[in-house]
Every structure is written in structure tokens, then in C-alpha cells.
């Protein structure tokens, strides 16, 4: 199970900081996504990252603005969001995959969190 939190209100230009924990003891055997959901559209791939937290990949969209990480001994993945601009706004949703790989497809991912709302005003 993912919990997913931190999301809020923040004006263009800050800096927010989205937390997913996941219950059991394997969480360390799953490779971790952030997606989002804009209103009208649909989910989009944010960013990834490995088992051991060594490799991450991340949308064209977001590159140099968020960051993502992991804590294995807390069973959490974090996102690092910063200089946010109005078009970051969405539902942002964890999710875990069985894969060893780093998968950018919402469908390679067998778990969701119920999502948290970034909201950026201009």
C-alpha cells in the first residue's frame, strides 16, 4: 500500500516536497514512479528511480527542476519539487513496479498511491 503526501498550494517559483510510504518489508525490491494528472489530460510520467536509489530517469518536462529519491530504511520515496511553475499543477501519484527496470509507462506499474494535489499559482 502507497500513501502519498506533501502536496499543496505554493506560488510560481517554489519549491515543494511530495513523501510516498509504502507499507510491508519489500519495499527496497521495487522500482518507484512519480506520475501526474492534469485536469483534461491525461497521466504523464514525472520521474523514476532504481531499487538501490542509483539510477533515476525523469521527463524532459521537469529536468533540473525535481528531483527524486529514496530511503529504503523508511520505506519512502520522496520528490523534490522547485522553482514550480503554474503548469506543474496537478495530482501527483506514486507508484511501484515489480520491473528491475526503469519504465517511463504507467501501465508497467502494478501499485498507485491515491495521489496529492500540487497546486501553483502564477
Known amino acids: 500500500q502507497l500513501q502519498a503526501s506533501g502536496g499543496g498550494l505554493v506560488q510560481a517559483g517554489g519549491s515543494l516536497r511530495l513523501s510516498c510510504s509504502a507499507s510491508g518489508r519489500t519495499f527496497s525490491t521495487y522500482v518507484m514512479g512519480w506520475f501526474r494528472q492534469a485536469p483534461g489530460k491525461e497521466r504523464e510520467f514525472v520521474a523514476g528511480i532504481s531499487r538501490s536509489g542509483g539510477s533515476t530517469l525523469y521527463a524532459d518536462s521537469v529536468k533540473g527542476r525535481l528531483t527524486i529519491s529514496r530511503d529504503n530504511a523508511k520505506n519512502t520515496v520522496y520528490l523534490q519539487m522547485s522553482s514550480l511553475k503554474p503548469e506543474d499543477t496537478a495530482v501527483y501519484y506514486c507508484?511501484?513496479?515489480?520491473?528491475?527496470?526503469?519504465?517511463?509507462?504507467?501501465?508497467?506499474?502494478?501499485?498507485w498511491g491515491q495521489g496529492t494535489l500540487v497546486t501553483v499559482s502564477s
Open positions: 507508484a511501484a513496479t515489480r520491473s528491475i527496470w526503469l519504465k517511463p509507462a504507467a501501465d508497467e506499474y502494478n501499485y
